[in-house]
Structure formats: structure tokens, C-alpha cells
């Protein structure tokens, strides 16, 4: 089956500190991969995405290689901010597996320290 | 980019009664949405895939007699906690499925949290 395995925080940062959040995952086929980003008390939004080997996925200073080699898609921003504070979930979806569902990581909290 | 509204945010009811969440896609239509819960802490959990015309697929362990689903239009999805007990607070998010060319994505509401008494 299909997994997601993401580091576990919570994980505190000073302001414009460099941000890594790891990601792997396992699938039967060939996914497309995201991170989703959750405020406190709100849904989830799209942060980046990307849906063939080798793709970089970006979006508000945040970057993600697709790594099919090493099945990675780590989450990496070069300087954060207060306002980056949230849940960032990383997940799959393997279309090839006939279906649409999302299969997500467990999470990781980032709390950024001005 | 596409949106999605959920309705209400938050609601707050007494142990037994039932308790209506909708999922709208504002600017697309979505033949099939999806219902997650979140529990403090954790990550979303699947509960089913709603589709437009049919019925619902429940995920193991989801009581499809308690979560009541129904997709009445290409628009809109409905969960009805039935007879709801404390164990069932939770904060619900929807999504809708886009669809059409190489890419499916799913877009996110911004959840409905449920407090039983």
C-alpha cells in the first residue's frame, strides 16, 4: 500500500532560520506528490506540489524536489518567518492505484520564535 | 485557484441530536468530495469518498449508519453526524476532487469543528 513518513516535531525555529521538514514515501505506482499547510483552527491549503520525477514544486519561499530515486520530497525554505508557523503535512495521491485519495504524513508543527 | 466552503464553521450540540455539515465547491464542480476527521494533534483520517449520484464509499471502521453522506449535485456534499455522543467532537474538513485533463488535485475546506455536550 501507500505511505507517507514525515518527521515528527514539533520543530522550533528562530526567525530566519533555514527550515528542513523530510518526507518519504512508498507507492504502489507512480504518485504525485504534495505539502499541504494548516494555520491553527483552519483547513488545509496546497502549499506546493509536484507530479513526475525531478519536478520542483514552489511556492512562498518554499521549495520541494521530487526525488524518485531516494522517494523523498522534503520541504525546505531558505529563511522563515513568524507567519510560517503551522502544520505542514506532506502526502500522496497514487492515481495509477485507480483512485484519487489523498494518503498524508502524520505532520510535522513548526513554531517560529521571533 | 478553486474553492471550497464548508457550513458551519463551528457548531456546538447536545449529545443525541444530529448535527448537518456542508461542503460547497464555490467555482467548480466536483463529482466526487472527500470527508476527513482530525483529531487533536494528529493527522486527517479518511472517513469516505462521496460521489455525485451515488453512494458514498466508507472508509473501515466508519459507521455509515452515524455519518450520513450525500452528494445531491455536482456542487455539494452533505455529512450528518446522527445521534451524536462526545466521542464524536472533532474537527471535520471536506475536499472536492478537480477533474479533466492529466491532473486531478483535491482543494480543501476550512473544516467545521463539533463540539457534543
Known amino acids: 500500500g501507500n505511505s507517507v513518513t514525515q518527521m515528527e516535531g514539533p520543530v522550533t525555529l528562530s526567525e530566519e532560520a533555514f527550515l528542513t521538514i523530510n518526507c518519504t514515501y512508498t507507492a504502489t505506482g507512480y504518485p504525485s506528490l504534495f505539502w499541504y499547510v494548516q494555520y491553527p483552527g483552519e483547513g488545509l491549503q496546497l502549499l506546493l506540489k509536484a507530479t513526475k520525477a525531478d519536478d520542483k514544486g514552489s511556492n512562498k519561499g518554499f521549495e520541494a524536489t521530487y526525488r524518485k530515486e531516494t522517494t523523498s520530497f522534503h520541504l525546505e525554505k531558505g529563511s522563515v518567518q513568524v507567519s510560517d508557523s503551522a502544520v505542514y503535512f506532506c502526502a500522496l495521491i497514487d492515481s495509477g492505484a485507480g483512485s484519487y485519495q489523498l494518503t498524508f504524513g502524520k505532520g510535522t508543527k513548526l513554531s517560529v520564535i521571533p | 485557484g478553486a474553492v471550497v466552503s464548508q457550513h458551519p464553521s463551528r457548531v456546538i450540540c447536545k449529545s443525541g441530536t444530529s448535527v448537518k455539515i456542508e461542503c460547497r465547491s464555490l467555482d467548480f464542480q466536483a463529482t466526487t468530495m472527500f470527508w476527513y476527521r482530525q483529531f487533536p494533534k494528529q493527522s486527517l483520517m479518511l472517513m469516505a469518498t462521496?460521489?455525485?449520484?451515488?453512494?458514498?464509499?466508507?472508509e473501515q471502521g466508519v459507521e455509515k449508519d452515524k455519518f450520513l453522506i450525500n452528494h445531491a449535485s455536482l456542487t455539494l456534499s452533505t455529512l450528518t453526524v446522527t445521534s451524536a455522543h462526545p466521542e464524536d467532537s472533532s474537527f471535520y474538513i471536506c475536499?472536492?476532487?478537480?477533474?479533466?485533463?492529466?491532473?486531478?488535485?483535491?482543494?480543501f475546506g476550512p473544516g467545521t469543528r463539533l463540539t457534543v455536550l
Open positions: 462521496s460521489n455525485e449520484g451515488s453512494k458514498a464509499t466508507y
Open positions: 475536499s472536492a476532487l478537480t477533474s479533466g485533463g492529466t491532473y486531478n488535485e483535491q482543494f
